[in-house]
């Protein structure tokens, strides 16, 4: 029996990058694609020239079986919200249209500490806003010269899982949609990926799997000092004010001082997301995905009140 194409979508911050570097490499009956050509097949073509043949190209692969993809930008970059949702609902439509049998493979994680940790990301790529500027940028925006549709930035309807989970089962068939919750991949790593391996007939060693995750993010001091040092850098990051570059400060900043500041036991507490979005935020996020996170927990048989999410 041929094995099939899997698809891994994202989310962002769910330890796709371990995936990618690390176990997806190591199993041995399937081929991985690396996520350059996975960004190049799906994400690079204007909505109307995209060619479902040419994408198969640059896939550079004999055949469309015993493949894993695995592209977090696939679901839509973290800090646009999928620009407005057109390009997560889009993309869906062109791994169907060029890998018609794939299986796809979501992991979701709750929406504070997914959140909080987006924003730490954002801080780590070069940004310098608060919490609040960042996550309600209209709220601060001329709206005359600012609407979400004109420049997307941050978007809570991205987190809303049962939003895009539902259109990839329209899409692809209920059965051929996997979804999985990051907090039982991170709290016993081992017994997670046991059943995973199991899940999708997987060759592979585990235990020569190195467990270390990668992006490991600062800490609550660093994190400030970071946003600081950000004012002196120019980085391609979506919404950000910098007074001027200095040349090497984004790079002394990531490689020197964060890292530095994050070893110093004084400097050492952690920047846990509640702590970092305050109640308020927190509140907002519980109030916003609750309805939405009970109906999937429902539909999907899901756990999710017993990992925190909000229900």
């Known amino acids: 029996m041929p094995l099939p194409t899997l698809v891994h979508i994202g989310y962002h911050k769910t330890a796709t990058n371990w995936f990618q570097r690390i176990f997806y490499p190591a199993v041995s009956n399937y081929s991985y694609v690396h996520r350059k050509r996975s960004r190049a097949a799906f994400t690079e073509d204007h909505a109307f020239q995209f060619d479902p043949q040419a994408a198969f190209a640059r896939l550079e692969i004999p055949t469309a079986e015993g493949l894993i993809l695995c592209e977090e930008e696939l679901s839509g970059n973290l ?168 040349p090497g400060m984004y790079r002394l900043r990531g490689r020197v001082v964060a890292p530095l500041l994050d070893r110093i036991a004084f400097f050492s507490g952690p920047a846990r997301p509640r702590d970092i979005l305050g109640p308020d935020i927190v509140r907002h996020i519980e109030d916003t995905y609750r309805e939405s996170n009970r109906l999937l927990a429902e539909e999907l048989d899901l756990p999710l009140a017993k990992h925190g999410y909000p229900v």
Not at 138 to 145: K, Q, V
Not at 172 to 195: I, K, P, W
């Open 79 to 246: 800090h646009n919200g999928g620009l407005f949702g057109f390009m997560s609902k889009e993309i869906a439509h062109r791994i169907k249209a060029t890998l018609p049998d794939a299986q796809i493979i979501i992991f979701i994680r709750s929406q504070t500490e997914m959140i909080g940790s987006v924003y730490k990301q954002y801080v780590k790529e070069g940004g310098t806003h608060s919490p609040r500027r960042y996550l309600f940028p209209f709220d601060s925006l001329d709206p005359h010269g600012f609407s979400p549709k004109k420049t997307p930035l941050f978007a809570f309807q991205h987190y809303d899982y049962r939003l895009l989970i539902n259109h990839y089962r329209e899409v692809f068939g209920a059965e051929r949609v996997h979804v999985f919750l990051y907090e039982e991949f991170s709290r016993n790593q081992a017994a997670f990926m046991t059943r995973f391996i199991e899940r999708f007939g997987f060759e592979v060693n585990l235990e020569a799997v190195p467990k270390t995750r990668l992006n490991v993010s600062n800490k609550k001091f660093s994190l400030w000092v970071s946003r600081l040092m950000n004012r002196f850098a120019y980085r391609n990051v979506i919404d950000k004010h910098y007074f001027f570059n200095v």
